[in-house]
């Protein structure tokens, strides 16, 4: 059996990295066989071709504020083959939960641009800051 192990860190926390695991199996069109709590079991479709398909076992441990991924794609075949389809397929599954989770990041940053620029809107109109001090926070929150 050839299989391919691999951790890695997000700086997320578990539940958002588990709706970036259910896109990776998506785009990958992998079926989720199994999902209980933070682990996911899926299989590869059958394909002909010189590769069997792939079994994907992930673990998803929380810590703190980032998230652990563990990884482990394995399928029944030997060989060099096999070994290079298994990391394939890891890494495929490891760039796309890396692509969603910037993404998501991206949004979450965002918002929080808006979120703090209306609080300085609402202290601006209630007279609680200035035009002047109002204009300098936002160019400190946009990077100005």
């Known amino acids: 059996m050839s299989s391919h192990k691999e951790n890695f860190v997000i700086e997320n926390d578990s539940d958002n990295v588990k709706q970036c695991c259910r896109y990776a199996f998506k785009e990958m069109q992998v079926m989720?066989?199994?999902e209980t709590g933070n682990e996911f079991i899926a299989n590869e479709k059958f394909s002909f071709g010189f590769s069997n398909p792939a079994k994907i076992?992930?673990?998803?441990?929380p810590e703190g504020k980032s998230t652990t991924l563990k990884l482990k794609v394995s399928n029944i075949g030997l060989g060099p083959i096999q070994g290079k389809h298994c990391r394939?397929?890891?890494?495929?599954?490891?760039?796309a939960v890396k692509f969603k989770s910037s993404?998501?990041?991206s949004i979450e940053s965002k918002s929080s641009e808006a979120d703090e620029l209306k609080k300085f809107a609402d202290?601006?109109?209630q007279g609680i800051i200035?035009?002047?001090e109002f204009n300098a926070k936002k160019k400190q929150i946009l990077g100005l």
């Open 57 to 61: 076992e992930v673990s998803v441990v």
């Open 88 to 95: 394939t397929v890891a890494n495929t599954f490891i760039n």
């Open 123 to 125: 202290l601006k109109e």
């Open 103 to 105: 993404e998501n990041s």
């Open 130 to 132: 200035t035009e002047e």
């Open 32 to 34: 989720v066989k199994k």
